[in-house]
């Protein structure tokens, strides 16, 4: 991913060995990464039982925060495709509880969002 995708807002996909290697020590022993993306400092990976977000805060970004979103809590979500003019594509996901989306992603035009739409497809809709 560029600096400049990562300013507007953009995220990119990052190799999910890379990511199960710094990573690994949050999963669960059945569990592994599915999809894993980057917005500058902060990820949001996919694995086979839930969505976790990892915000990295301060400057130096030592201080993390792990949410955790177990899928069977996602009532709904949505993808907007990238257009023409319009250079995103977008991602929302509504937990239970909760009438406005508790997640909102965008994606650079590169990253194939039907691609992460079939992964929250396989495990939400279990």
């Known amino acids: 991913m560029g600096f400049f995708d990562g300013l507007m807002?953009?995220?990119?996909?990052?190799?999910?060995?890379?990511?199960?290697?710094?990573?690994?020590?949050?999963?669960?022993?059945?569990?592994?990464i599915e999809k894993s993306?980057?917005?500058?400092?902060?990820?949001?990976l996919f694995?086979?039982?839930r969505l976790i977000l990892v915000?990295?805060?301060?400057?130096?970004?030592?201080?993390?925060?792990?949410?955790?979103v177990p899928y069977r809590s996602i009532t709904r979500f949505s993808i907007e495709t990238a257009g023409h003019f319009d250079l995103d594509a977008e991602l929302k996901v509504w937990v239970s509880g909760q009438d406005q989306p508790v997640i909102q992603k965008q994606f650079n035009k590169k990253l194939n969002i039907y691609d992460l739409q079939s992964v929250l497809a396989e495990y939400v809709l279990q």
């Open 47 to 49: 694995t086979n039982k």
């Open 55 to 68: 915000d990295k805060q301060g400057i130096t970004g030592k201080k993390v925060t792990y949410l955790s």
């Open 9 to 32: 807002g953009n995220a990119s996909e990052v190799d999910v060995d890379q990511v199960q290697h710094e990573f690994g020590h949050l999963l669960s022993s059945s569990e592994s």
């Open 37 to 44: 993306y980057i917005l500058i400092r902060d990820m949001f």
